[in-house]
């Protein structure tokens, strides 16, 4: 997949106002439409002028994709980060105001199932005329296992009067469940970032997600991890010691374990009603013959087993 640029599918620049890449699009549209236009690719164009008018014009969706966008050039090799769009509150789903187009891959990658995972879910109360907020929230595994209070900074996109993109800063302090999941939502009453100049907001929604971890997965209450072994605790079998968020514990190694085999520890994942476990995924680590005494025990091992790793592939 590659990166799309929507500035220049638009022909307009970086910091272009909402009016000008409204006018751009008025007058691709107009170009690129297919039962007016005799261009051979007319309708391509016009599908991806729809598709960049969709971003471009959503202050949400642009500023995400402005962060999104610093790092990449068009037709680069392009997966989106883990979290990219985390800590922009929001106030409305991923609708396009009944715009109509084939969304490319990019799109759907970026905001085809809801920007921020929260599309179907935004909401605006009729009684008091204010909108539930909506944002991503990056935490630790850590905090899910121990719980606590963690304060964030949101980034509100807004367009001012001159047609600029802007943010604003809202700050909120979340107290994190103990045991909460991955893809669960918090709901803060009361403290979406003000409508308008009313100075009263509505329900604000937060999706959590956790940063990446150098040890641990998280499948819902579970935790997996990358476990290295010695070729020789592994044949031998042995008792190791495991990091888990509580401390080391001693897990036994099975005589005879192979590469990617599962150990668990029972109850040492995410807590909950019912607990997680902790799942060890075996990785065999080869010590390295960077010495004539390692490798001429490398050569000792050669001649003494019988042993084609291949085997089971009929080579």
Do not use: C
């Not at 579970?222 to 290295?228: C, K, N, T, W």
């Amino acid at each position: 997949m590659k990166f799309q640029d929507y500035y220049a599918t638009m022909g307009v620049k970086r910091d272009a106002t909402a009016q000008e890449i409204r006018r751009a699009y008025q007058k691709l549209a107009r170009k690129y439409h297919p039962d007016v236009s005799k261009e051979a690719d007319a309708e391509a164009k016009f599908k991806a002028v729809g598709e960049a008018y969709a971003v471009l014009k959503d202050p949400e969706k642009r500023a995400a994709y402005d962060q999104l966008g610093a790092n990449w050039k068009a037709g680069q090799d392009f997966q989106a980060p883990p979290g990219w769009d985390a800590g922009f509150e929001f106030r409305r789903g991923a609708a396009d105001e009944g715009m109509q187009f084939d969304a490319s891959d990019f799109f759907d990658t970026l905001f085809g199932s809801g920007f921020g995972g929260m599309g179907a879910r935004s909401s605006r109360s009729s009684a008091s005329q204010r909108r539930d907020h909506h944002a991503k929230i990056l935490i630790d595994i850590e905090d899910a296992w121990k719980g606590g209070v963690r304060r964030f900074t949101l980034q509100l996109p807004e367009v001012d009067r001159n047609g600029q993109l802007q943010m604003k800063q809202h700050v909120v302090d979340v107290r994190i469940p103990k045991g909460v999941k991955q893809g669960q939502h918090l709901r803060l009453s009361g403290v979406g970032a003000p409508e308008g100049t009313s100075g009263s907001g509505g329900d604000l929604y937060l999706e959590v997600e956790f940063k990446p971890h150098p040890l641990y997965r998280a499948e819902g209450h579970d935790l997996y991890m990358d476990l290295p072994v010695a070729p020789w605790e592994a044949a031998l079998g042995a008792a190791v010691k495991v990091p888990t968020p509580a401390g080391a514990v001693e897990l036994k190694v099975p005589a005879g374990s192979a590469a990617g085999s599962r150990l668990r520890l029972k109850g040492r994942g995410l807590p909950g009603p019912e607990p997680g476990d902790l799942y060890a995924m075996l990785r065999i680590a080869v010590p390295p013959a960077t010495t004539d005494k390692a490798r001429a025990f490398y050569v000792r091992m050669q001649d003494e087993f019988d042993f084609n790793p291949r085997s089971h592939m009929g080579v």
